[in-house]
T-cell receptor, first 112, second 113 residues
Framework: KQEVTQIPAALSVPEGENLVLNCSFT??????LQWFRQDPGKGLTSLLL?????REQTSGRLNASLDKSSGRSTLYIAASQPGDSATYLC???????????FGQGTRLTINP | ETGVTQSPTHLIKTRGQQVTLRCSSQ?????VSWYQQALGQGPQFIFQ???????GRGNFPPRFSGLQFPNYSSELNVNALELDDSALYLC????????????FGPGTRLTVT
């Protein structure tokens, strides 16, 4: 059974810092991994999608990496801003499954 | 391009009642998935519909059922509501392949009293 873990559960940093969010998964047999952002009480906004054959994806100040063999992904946020404050979720699509398996998220607070 | 929309935004029901939640998929998408997100948790997969057929189901009882219509919009029905059904219900659409990106709607907040 695929399990996804995100550490830490919460993170608070001052504005301007670069930071890394971690995601690990137990089974390397995945189609892809997706990072999402969720504001309180709202839906999910897709940030980056990494296919299983890829090592990383970049969008603006965000960079996500994928190491399938070790079951790890990181989301790097450069020059953090207060508007980046949200919960960040990672999710994998296991091989042969029609679903996303989510971690519990990292709640990020950027202090002005 | 119209995004994923869900209705209603929130609702309150009494234990034992039935509820129907609705989702309109993004233009060009033929696959809809439903997720339940309890407070402070990651979303849990309920089921997926592809071209009007159920295409996968998570660990949810049969009182959770769904439909997909020819225009690819979808409904989630929950019978005999329980207090633990209180959650944010999220709908996601995609182009159909497992390798495609999932796009989520804003969710429906269901409270069962």
């Amino acid at each position: 059974k695929q399990e996804v873990t995100q550490i830490p559960a919460a993170l608070s940093v001052p504005e301007g810092e670069n930071l890394v969010l971690n995601c690990s998964f137990t089974d390397s047999a995945i189609y892809n991994l997706q990072w999402f952002r969720q504001d309180p009480g709202k839906g999910l906004t897709s940030l980056l999608l990494i296919q299983s054959s890829q090592r990383e994806q970049t969008s603006g100040r965000l960079n996500a990496s994928l190491d399938k063999s070790s079951g790890r992904s990181t989301l790097y946020i450069a020059a953090s801003q207060p508007g980046d404050s949200a919960t960040y979720l990672c999710a994998v699509t296991p091989n042969g499954a029609q679903k996303l398996v989510f971690g519990q998220g990292t709640r990020l607070t950027i202090n002005p | 391009e119209t995004g994923v929309t869900q209705s209603p935004t929130h609702l309150i029901k009494t234990r034992g009642q039935q509820v129907t939640l609705r989702c309109s998929s993004q233009s060009g998408h033929n696959t809809v998935s439903w997720y339940q997100q309890a407070l402070g948790q990651g979303p849990q997969f309920i089921f997926q519909y592809y071209r009007e057929e159920e295409n996968g189901r998570g660990n949810f009882p049969p009182r959770f059922s769904g439909l997909q219509f020819p225009n690819y919009s979808s409904e989630l029905n929950v019978n005999a509501l329980e207090l633990d059904d209180s959650a944010l219900y999220l709908c996601a659409s995609s182009r159909g392949s497992l390798t495609y990106e999932q796009y989520f709607g804003p969710g429906t907040r269901l409270t069962v009293t």
